[in-house]
């Protein structure tokens, strides 16, 4: 199943401005998401680590 995360404009958007008032929110946003909760969970652990670091992100810990 495709999840709209991957393809996220405000995820983009993050990407390129992480500083930016909407890179922000996304960042912020990330943190509770249930969208998001489902996505990175059905990752690979390898793609869930390479997120971790990117995004320096600590949930959903197995």
Request: charged share 25%; with cysteine; net charge positive.
């Amino acid at each position: 199943m495709a999840h709209a995360c991957e393809n996220c404009k405000i995820r983009a958007y993050y990407d390129t401005k992480p500083n930016s008032l909407l890179g922000r929110f996304w960042r912020w946003h990330i943190n509770f998401c249930p969208g998001w909760k489902a996505y990175f969970t059905s990752l690979p652990e390898d793609k869930q680590a390479e997120l971790r670091q990117q995004y320096n992100f600590e949930k959903y810990n197995k």
